[in-house]
Nanobody
C-alpha cells in the first residue's frame, strides 16, 4: 500500500507555470505506474499524463502535450508535473495516482489503486 501527498498547487496567471509534486510513502515507489489526473468543477475526473515505473515511458493527453512534463525520482519517492503555458481551462484539482498491477500506462480512474488528496490549480485569464 502506498500513500500519496500532492503539493505545489496555487493561483497563477495565464501563460504562467507551476510545478506539482507528489510524495509517496509506505511501499516501494518504483513498483508503481503513476498518473496525474484533474477534476474541474462539475466535471468528471480526467487523465492528464502517466509515467512508467522506470520513467522511461510516458503518455500525455492531447490538450497538455508540449506544455506539461511528467518526471519521477524513484530515489526520492516523488513524481513531478511541470506545467507551463497554463490556460484557464487547466483550472482544476490535480490528483496523483498509483497503479500497482499491469504494464501499461492506464488512463481510466478505475485502473489506479491509490490516490492523493489533490491540490488546487487555478489559472486566471
Amino acid at each position: 500500500q502506498v500513500q500519496l501527498v500532492e503539493s505545489g498547487g496555487g493561483l497563477v496567471q495565464a501563460g504562467g507555470s507551476l510545478r506539482l509534486s507528489c510524495a509517496a510513502s509506505g511501499d516501494t515507489f518504483s513498483r508503481y505506474i503513476l498518473g496525474w489526473f484533474r477534476q474541474a468543477p462539475g466535471k468528471e475526473r480526467e487523465f492528464v499524463v502517466g509515467i512508467s515505473r522506470t520513467g522511461g515511458n510516458n503518455y500525455y493527453v492531447d490538450s497538455v502535450k508540449g506544455r506539461f512534463s511528467i518526471s519521477r525520482d524513484n530515489a526520492k519517492n516523488t513524481v513531478y508535473l511541470q506545467m507551463n503555458d497554463l490556460k484557464p481551462e487547466d483550472t482544476a484539482v490535480y490528483y496523483c495516482a498509483a497503479r500497482g498491477i499491469g504494464i501499461r500506462i492506464a488512463t481510466r480512474t478505475d485502473d489506479y489503486d491509490y490516490w492523493g488528496q489533490g491540490t488546487q490549480v487555478t489559472v486566471s485569464s
